[in-house]
């Protein structure tokens, strides 16, 4: 649970890698997307949010801060994680620029917390990686 106060576990496009597969599993496990790119997913490496021009020059360090936002490949994300998972990247970039980043972290705690164990749900299998509760 440690892990969802991590500033460096929100992705550009809004995205808490704590909540993430990827990050939670532990075979192969992820760094998360601000990380080196070193046992990342080739489809983590490759992302075109993630290696966006203004991103990788550090002009923004979130999307929303880009004059394009929302652009295409953040639109395309945001429609597949909200029929997919219940969730909302142009969302959470929203509210990280209006209520800042520390406010979103705690937030997301809170929405991602197993009222069972305490421990994190996963998006997109949607059960705890502690006790295995449904959310």
């Not at 995205?15 to 992820?30: V, W």
């Not at 998360?32 to 966006?52: F, H, L, Q």
């Not at 639109?75 to 800042?100: F, Q």
Request: proline content about 2%.
């Amino acid at each position: 649970m440690r892990s969802l106060n991590k500033i460096s576990l929100i992705a550009p496009c809004g995205m808490s890698c704590g909540i993430c597969m990827a990050y939670l599993r532990d075979k192969n496990k992820c760094p998360g997307c601000r990380a080196t790119d070193t046992n990342k997913a080739i489809s983590v490496i490759r992302c075109r949010i993630k290696n966006c021009e203004a991103i990788q020059k550090g002009e923004v360090k979130f999307c929303f801060g880009c004059n394009n936002f929302p652009c295409k490949n953040l639109k395309h994300l945001d429609k597949r994680y909200r029929a997919k998972y219940n969730m909302s990247m142009i969302e959470n970039l929203e509210n990280i620029k209006k209520n800042g980043i520390r406010k979103f972290i705690r937030n997301e705690k809170i929405r991602w917390s197993c009222s069972e164990c305490g421990g994190t749900i996963c998006v997109h299998r949607g059960y705890c990686y502690s006790c295995g509760k449904r959310k």
